[in-house]
């Protein structure tokens, strides 16, 4: 189609079905296709998804800047992109000398690392400020005149972006979890950035695996592992837990524990919890037998999960708090799966202060799915305090 085609199809669709009546046309097309604009409003979204025929966002590159973010009406005449503080003539220009740029690039990097500590430890609520805060400036630098230190600063910002990503996606915002992920693998494809490329891969397999698309999480994290000479172990590992999870749902055990087996061998020792080991790090032997366990959920074989989540939990950093409350609502889960209706409501309501503590609204809403499976041993006093004790977080 052309531009003003595909604006008319998009009208069109809006009218036809929602009785909104919009004026969409091709100057406006044009100026999404240049980047001038990067978050239209909702209703120019659903229209370009629905007659574009994808299901996100992030298929057609939208992401919105942090103020939009913020904003329950997104202005559609935006400028700037993410971060950038922009004008009506466009966005702000820095003027940065080669060795201001070098330093801002090191305190950066610096600063990401101890806002990873500072997800492990109180979880994405505290941390996504300061992702947001330091993607605003890294989006400045890229405007910069410096452009020796151009491929550095965007690869520390697809850095920045899928960290970004995977705090939302605890937060349980799923959509803005792939939109960042989708800007992080295009900026780490910009910047040359083959390990971040992979590590995208591996992220978008955890979603897909997240909305029951096995097959396709299991394609992605084989592609994230091509050329797995070229990766930290850390990675590697952390990668093969993944695809071990996509195998888990398509019920092939051998398949997953072979993975799994291969993890241990490559598994990270990183007791500080801030990636210095670079990603992966988070990787350990205790994450991976975790993990074991949840494939073994899948596989419909609860007894042998729950045992292995015994296992599993003292062998967790302490610095890993949400991987803690992660394990502990799987432990639930596999209780409730093997019919232990009071095991899971203790376990569950162990787990449950932990996530809301770490703010993980991803893990809260795991914990509510074994409260909605227990829900017919509601006469059980333990079942019954935990059902309070979510209608209390849901409300």
């Known amino acids: 189609m052309s531009r003003q085609e595909l604006a008319e199809a ?98 950066l990097q610096q600063q990401w690392h101890i806002l990873v500590r500072a997800d492990n430890l109180f979880g994405p609520r505290h941390a996504l400020t300061g992702v947001e805060a330091q993607l605003a400036v890294l989006q400045e630098l890229m405007n910069a005149d410096v452009d020796e230190f151009r491929v550095p600063t965007v690869r520390l910002a697809a850095q920045y972006a899928e960290s970004a990503a995977w705090l939302h996606e605890d937060a349980d915002e799923l959509e803005q979890a792939q939109l960042w ?62 695809e071990a999870i996509g195998f888990a749902m398509r019920r092939n055990e051998d398949a997953a524990q072979r993975l799994l087996d291969e993890a241990l061998g490559l598994a990270a020792d ?13 990787c350990t032997s205790g994450y991976i037998e975790a993990h074991r366990a949840q494939c073994l959920v899948l596989l419909r074989s609860p007894q042998r999960a729950i045992r292995h989540y015994e296992q599993a939990l003292p062998a967790l950093a302490p610095v890993y708090r949400r991987d803690r409350a992660a394990a502990l609502a799987g432990k639930a889960t596999a209780h409730a799966a093997a019919d232990q209706p009071e095991e899971a409501a203790a376990t569950a309501r162990t787990a449950l202060p932990m996530a809301r503590r770490a703010g993980s609204q991803r893990i809260v809403r795991r914990l509510a799915a074994v409260g909605a499976a227990l829900y017919p041993h509601r006469n059980l006093e333990a079942v019954a305090g935990l059902l309070h004790e979510l209608d209390e977080v849901a409300s």
């Open 270 to 282: 990183d007791s500080d919890g801030d990636a210095r080991g670079g990603h992966g790090s988070f």
């Open 181 to 242: 992920t989708s800007q992080a693998m295009e900026w780490a494809y910009a910047a040359g950035d083959h390990t971040m490329v992979s590590w995208t891969a591996y992220r978008r397999s955890q979603q897909l695996s997240a909305s029951g698309r096995a097959a396709q999480a299991i394609g992605l994290a084989q592609a994230a592992r091509r050329d797995e000479d070229q990766l930290p172990g850390s990675m590697r590992a952390a990668i093969r837990v993944q």
């Open 10 to 107: 998009v009208n069109a669709y809006l009218w036809t079905t929602f009785h909104r009546r919009t004026s969409l046309d091709a100057s406006y097309v044009g100026k999404l296709e240049n980047g001038k604009h990067r978050w239209p409003n909702k209703d120019y979204r659903q229209g370009f998804r629905a007659v574009l025929e994808v299901e996100t966002d992030a298929e057609l590159g939208f992401y919105p800047t942090r103020r939009q973010r913020a904003s329950t009406t997104p202005d559609p005449d935006e400028r700037s992109v993410v971060g950038s503080g922009g004008s009506e003539g466009g966005p702000r220009m820095l003027v940065v000398a080669p060795d201001e740029a070098a330093e801002m690039l090191a305190h």
